[in-house]
C-alpha cells in the first residue's frame, strides 16, 4: 500500500531515501551558512586587528604573539578528526546488524565530540583571560562568532548522538534502522569538514 | 512491513492516542491545529497570509494618507518610518512568500500525483514557524505605549541598513523584533524549501518525469532552491546584527573597523534571490491558467522551464544593482550591470511564451484569466522599468526616488499579488466545492487593476521629479501634489477592490454556483479529483502519460491540431486502469500531530529571551527540544492492526 508518510521503506522517484535527500539538502544550505560566516571572517581578516602578527604585537590590550596555541589545537583537531573513523565504523556496524558495535562506537564518537567542545571552551576562556572577547575588535567578533557557531553545531551533533545511544539501549535500532545512524553520520562528517576548513583557515594561513 | 514500535509507557501511549483519535476526526479546531494533511495547511497558510495582506494594506493606506497633501499631519517621522518598516517586512515576508508558500502546499502534492508531501509533520511545522514569527513581528507594535502614540516597531526599512540598526541609531527593541523575527520566519522557508524540493523530486505519480510536470511544480523548485540557498545568507547576516546588538560585537560597528557595507552586501546576495523567490511562484500560476483558458499548451515548455532555472541560477549574480551608489567602483558597477541586463533576458523569453500561448487560443476571459493577463502587462511594465535600474548612470538618478518604488510595486503587486489573485479564483473551486462569482471578479480585477496603475504610474513621475523614498512629508513647491494625491486615491481603490473580493469569497463560500470536479476543463492532475478533494487525494495513484496528462484523456487533435473530444472509454494512451472503489479505506494517511506545533512555539519564546530575559531562552529550547523529541519518537502514521 502506498503510504504518503515520511516512511523509510517507500519507493521514491529518485531512488533515494526522502530523509537522506532532506539531509544532503540540508548540508548544501549549511554549506551558505558557514560560508558566509567564514566570508566575513576573511574580508576582516586582514584590517591589521586581528592576530597575529609577525613579531611583537599588541591591539585593544590583547597580545597576540603566541596567543593562538597551535599544537593544542591541533590536538583537539584531530580528535574531531577520529571522531569521523569512529562514526563510520558505528555506521559499518549498524549495517552488518552488530547493535552492540554500534552502541560502543557511537558513544566513542560523542565522548571525542565532547573532548573536542572542551577543548574550544578551554580555548575561549583562555581568550578571555588574554583579554579577548566579543567586544574587543573585529578579531574577537570574527573568531568567537564562527568558532562559536561550528561549536555549536558540534554540541547538537554530539546531542544527537547521545540520542541515538539511548535509543539504541531500548533495543530500537536494528539493522534495518542503519538509515538513521546514516543521517547524523552525514551530519557529523559535514560538521567535521566545516572544522577543517575553519582550522586552516585561522590557525593555518595566518595573514 | 513495517514493525509497529511497542508503545513505551501504556499511560503517555494511550494519552497520544487519545489526542490522535480527536484530531483524526476532520472537524473541530483540534483537527485543524494537529493536522498534517497539506490541504489544510495550505488553506491554514492562505488565510493567515492574507490576513497579514490586510495588516499590510492597512499600514499603505496610513502611509498614503500622510502622504495625500505636503505637510499633513497623519503620522509623524517616529511613526511613519515604523509603518513603512513593517509595511515593507509585512508584504515581503507574511504576505506574498506564504502565498506562495499556500500555493505549493496545496497544489504541489495534486499536481504530481502524491497524497501529501514528503514530510507531512515538517510541513505543519513550517507553518506554526511562520505564524509565530509573523505574530513575534506584529507584537513589536504594542512594545511601546501604542495608546499614546508611540509605536515600538522597527524602524529601519525592511532592508535594515547598517548602521540605520545599530544600537546608538536604533534604540529600544525595534530591530530586534525584527531581526529576530525574520529569523524564525527564515526557519520556516528553510523546512518548507527542504520539504517541497523532497517532495518534488521523490514523490511524483509513475510516469510523472520532470519535463511532464506542471510548469507551477518547475517553478516551485526552482523557488524552493533559491530558498534553501538564499535564507542561510541573511540568517548570517542577522546573526552578525544581533550578535552587535545584544553582545557589543563589531561586524557593523565602523568605529571598530566594521564595515556598514558587509550588511548590504549579505542582504542583497540573500534579496535578489528573495526577489525571484517572490515571482517565480508567481510565474508558475500563470503558466496553468494561461493555457487552461487559452486551450493550448503552454508555448515553448522547456523553453519556459529552462529560463526559470536560468533565472534561478543568474539571480545570484546580480546584487550589486541595488548597490550601485555606494562606490564600489566601474568595474563592479559595469559587471553587475551586464549580469542584470541579461537576467531580463530569460524573463522575456517567459513573455513571449505567455503571449505565444494565448496567440491563436480560444480565450476565456474568466477572473483567473483576467488576473493571469493583468500579470503579464502589470509585469512587464515593472520588468522594462527594471532594465532602467540596470543602466548605471542612469540607475543613478534613480536610486532612493519614488521611481523605484514604482518599479518593484509593478513587479510585487502587478506581477506577484495579481498572479496569486488569478491563482486564488483558479483553484478555490477545487477547495472549497464552490466556484467564486465571476462578475464581482470581473469588477474586483478592473478596480484592482485601475487603483493599482492609479496608486503606482504616478510614482515613476514622482521620483523622476527627485521624490525621495521614505519620506514622512515634503513640502508643496516641489511640483510633487497631483501624484501623490493620485497614488493616494489609487490606494484607496486597491483598497476597495479588496474589500470586494472579501464579500466575493463570504458571499460564494456560503451561496456559491457548486463547482465540478473540473470547472475550469483544466489539463493537470488536480482537476481530475473530486472538489473538495478527499484527505487522500487520489484513490489510486495515476499513472501519467504525458505533459498536461489530463487534458490528454479528454482530448485528441483532429488534422489541423485543433482538441476534439475523446469518446469516453477510448482515453488516448490511457488504460483504463480498474478503479478499486474502496471509499478511501485502507490508505494509509500520517497521522495528525501536535508535536510540529509545541516544537515551533519554542522559537518565538527563545526570541522573546534574548530580547527581555534570557531565562526565557532556555525555556523556550526546552519547549523546542522537548517537541523535537516528540516529534522524532512518536512513529509518523498510526498503522492498523493486521495491515502492519
Known amino acids: 500500500m502506498t503510504q504518503a508518510a515520511a516512511t523509510s521503506h517507500l519507493e521514491t522517484s529518485t531512488g533515494l531515501d526522502n530523509r537522506k535527500l532532506l539531509m544532503w539538502l540540508f548540508l548544501g544550505s549549511e554549506c551558505l551558512f558557514f560560508g558566509s560566516l567564514i566570508a566575513a571572517y576573511l574580508l576582516y581578516r586582514d584590517r591589521g586587528t586581528g592576530p597575529p602578527c609577525p613579531s611583537d604585537c599588541a591591539f585593544d590590550g590583547v597580545q597576540y604573539e603566541g596567543l593562538f596555541d597551535i599544537p593544542f589545537t591541533s590536538v583537539s583537531a584531530f580528535v574531531l578528526l577520529m571522531s569521523s573513523v569512529s562514526m563510520v565504523l558505528a555506521l559499518a556496524a549498524i549495517q552488518r546488524g552488530n547493535v552492540r558495535g554500534m552502541q560502543i562506537w557511537l558513544f566513542t564518537t560523542a565522548t571525542l565530540g565532547l573532548l573536542f567542545i572542551s577543548g574550544q571552551a578551554f580555548e575561549f576562556t583562555e581568550f578571555n583571560h588574554e583579554g579577548l572577547s566579543l567586544s574587543t575588535n573585529l578579531f574577537g567578533t570574527t573568531f568567537f562568532v564562527l568558532t562559536g557557531f561550528h561549536g555549536a553545531h558540534v554540541t547538537i551533533g554530539v546531542l544527537i548522538l547521545l540520542s541515538l545511544f539511548t535509543v539504541s539501549l531500548q533495543g530500537r535500532i536494528q539493522q534495518k534502522d542503519s538509515l538513521n545512524v546514516e543521517l547524523a553520520g552525514l551530519y557529523w562528517h559535514f560538521v567535521d569538514i566545516v572544522w577543517i576548513v575553519i582550522f586552516t583557515l585561522i590557525y593555518l594561513i595566518q595573514p | 512491513m513495517a514493525t509497529v514500535y511497542e508503545p513505551r509507557r501504556v499511560g503517555l501511549a494511550d494519552a497520544l492516542r487519545t489526542a490522535r483519535r480527536v484530531a483524526d476526526q476532520h472537524y473541530g479546531i483540534w483537527s485543524w491545529i494537529a493536522t498534517v494533511d497539506h490541504k489544510r495547511i495550505g488553506i491554514m497558510y492562505g488565510v493567515t497570509a492574507f490576513l497579514f495582506f490586510l495588516a499590510g494594506g492597512v499600514e499603505a493606506l496610513l502611509l498614503r494618507t500622510q502622504l495625500i497633501v505636503p505637510n499633513a499631519g497623519v503620522l509623524n517621522a517616529d511613526q511613519y518610518n515604523r509603518i513603512l518598516t513593517m509595511h515593507g517586512t509585512t508584504m515581503v515576508f507574511l504576505v506574498v512568500m506564504p502565498l506562495s508558500a499556500a500555493f505549493f502546499n496545496l497544489m504541489i502534492p495534486l499536481m504530481i500525483g502524491a497524497r501529501d508531501v514528503a514530510f507531512p509533520r515538517l510541513n505543519a511545522f513550517s507553518y506554526w514557524v511562520f505564524l509565530g514569527g509573523g505574530i513575534f513581528m506584529n507584537i513589536s507594535f504594542f512594545t511601546k505605549d501604542i495608546f499614546s502614540g508611540q509605536l515600538g516597531a522597527p524602524d529601519c526599512g525592511w532592508f535594515c541598513y547598517s548602521t540605520l540598526s545599530s544600537k546608538a541609531f536604533s534604540p529600544g527593541h525595534g530591530v530586534d523584533f525584527w531581526a529576530l523575527g525574520l529569523q524564525i520566519l527564515g526557519v520556516a522557508s528553510l523546512a518548507s524549501g527542504f520539504n517541497f524540493i523532497v517532495t518534488i523530486l521523490n514523490m511524483r505519480a509513475p510516469g510523472m518525469t520532470l519535463f511532464r510536470m506542471p510548469l507551477f511544480v518547475w517553478m516551485t523548485l526552482v523557488t524552493s532552491f533559491l530558498l534553501i540557498f538564499a535564507m542561510p545568507v541573511i540568517a548570517v547576516a542577522l546573526f552578525e546584527l544581533l550578535f552587535d546588538r545584544l553582545f557589543d560585537a563589531n561586524f557593523f560597528n565602523p568605529d571598530k573597523g566594521g564595515n556598514p557595507l558587509l550588511w548590504q552586501h549579505m542582504f542583497w546576495l540573500f534579496g535578489h534571490p528573495e526577489v525571484y523567490i517572490l515571482i517565480l511562484p508567481a510565474m508558475g500560476i500563470v503558466s496553468e491558467i494561461l493555457p487552461t483558458f487559452s486551450r493550448k499548451p503552454l508555448f515553448g515548455y522547456p523553453f519556459v522551464v529552462f529560463s526559470g532555472i536560468a533565472i534561478g541560477f543568474m539571480s545570484w549574480g546580480v546584487w550589486v544593482h541595488h548597490m550601485y551608489t555606494t562606490g564600489l567602483g566601474t568595474v563592479a558597477n559595469s559587471a553587475f550591470g551586464i549580469s542584470t541586463i541579461l537576467i531580463g533576458v530569460p524573463t522575456g523569453v517567459k513573455i513571449f511564451n505567455w503571449l505565444?500561448?494565448?496567440?491563436?487560443?480560444?480565450?476565456?476571459?474568466?477572473?483567473?484569466?483576467?488576473?493571469?493577463?493583468?500579470?503579464?502587462?502589470?509585469?512587464?511594465?515593472?520588468?522594462?522599468?527594471?532594465?532602467?535600474?540596470?543602466?548605471?548612470?542612469?540607475?543613478?538618478?534613480?536610486?532612493?526616488?519614488?521611481?523605484?518604488?514604482?518599479?518593484?510595486?509593478?513587479?510585487?503587486?502587478?506581477?506577484?499579488?495579481?498572479?496569486?489573485?488569478?491563482?486564488?479564483?483558479?483553484?478555490?473551486?477545487?477547495?472549497?466545492?464552490?466556484?467564486?462569482?465571476?462578475?464581482?471578479?470581473?469588477?474586483?480585477?478592473?478596480?484592482?487593476?485601475?487603483?493599482?496603475?492609479?496608486?503606482?504610474?504616478?510614482?515613476?513621475?514622482?521620483?523622476?521629479?527627485?521624490?525621495?523614498?521614505?519620506?514622512?512629508?515634503?513640502?508643496?513647491?516641489?511640483?510633487?501634489?497631483?501624484?501623490?494625491?493620485?497614488?493616494?486615491?489609487?490606494?484607496?481603490?486597491?483598497?476597495?477592490?479588496?474589500?470586494?473580493?472579501?464579500?466575493?469569497?463570504?458571499?460564494?463560500?456560503?451561496?456559491?454556483?457548486?463547482?465540478?470536479?473540473?470547472?475550469?476543463?483544466?489539463?493537470?492532475?488536480?482537476?481530475?479529483?473530486?472538489?473538495?478533494?478527499?484527505?487522500?487525494?487520489?484513490?489510486?495513484?495515476?499513472?501519467?502519460?504525458?505533459?498536461?496528462?489530463?487534458?490528454?484523456?479528454?482530448?485528441?487533435?483532429?488534422?489541423?491540431?485543433?482538441?476534439?473530444?475523446?469518446?469516453?472509454?477510448?482515453?488516448n494512451g490511457h488504460e483504463e486502469e480498474g478503479h478499486e472503489d474502496h471509499g478511501g479505506h485502507g490508505i494509509h494517511m500520517p497521522s495528525p500531530s501536535y508535536f510540529p506545533l509545541l516544537a515551533a512555539l519554542g522559537f518565538p519564546i527563545m526570541a522573546t529571551g534574548f530580547i527581555y530575559d534570557f531565562a526565557l531562552v532556555a525555556v523556550g529550547a526546552a519547549v523546542l527540544f522537548v517537541g523535537i523529541y516528540g516529534w522524532a519518537l512518536e512513529p509518523p502514521a498510526e498503522e492498523e492492526e493486521g495491515q502492519a
Open chain 2, 356 to 571: 505565444a500561448t494565448m496567440w491563436g487560443g480560444s480565450l476565456n476571459l474568466k477572473a483567473p484569466m483576467m488576473f493571469a493577463v493583468g500579470f503579464v502587462a502589470m509585469f512587464t511594465i515593472g520588468g522594462l522599468s527594471g532594465v532602467t535600474h540596470s543602466v548605471v548612470p542612469s540607475d543613478y538618478q534613480q536610486q532612493d526616488t519614488y521611481y523605484v518604488v514604482a518599479h518593484f510595486h509593478y513587479v510585487l503587486f502587478g506581477g506577484s499579488i495579481f498572479a496569486l489573485f488569478g491563482g486564488v479564483y483558479y483553484w478555490f473551486p477545487k477547495f472549497t466545492g464552490k466556484l467564486l462569482n465571476d462578475t464581482v471578479g470581473q469588477v474586483h480585477f478592473w478596480l484592482m487593476l485601475i487603483g493599482f496603475n492609479l496608486t503606482f504610474f504616478p510614482m515613476h513621475i514622482s521620483g523622476l521629479l527627485g521624490m525621495p523614498r521614505r519620506i514622512y512629508t515634503y513640502s508643496g513647491e516641489n511640483g510633487w501634489d497631483l501624484w501623490n494625491l493620485m497614488s493616494t486615491i489609487g490606494a484607496f481603490t486597491i483598497a476597495t477592490s479588496i474589500l470586494i473580493f472579501i464579500i466575493n469569497v463570504v458571499f460564494s463560500l456560503r451561496r456559491g454556483e457548486k463547482s465540478s470536479e473540473d470547472p475550469w476543463d483544466g489539463r493537470t492532475l488536480e482537476w481530475t479529483i473530486p472538489s473538495p478533494p478527499p484527505h487522500y487525494n487520489f484513490e489510486k495513484i495515476p499513472t501519467v502519460h504525458s505533459r498536461d496528462a489530463f487534458w490528454h484523456e479528454k482530448y485528441t487533435e483532429d488534422a489541423e491540431g485543433r482538441p476534439v473530444p475523446v469518446v469516453a472509454g477510448a482515453a
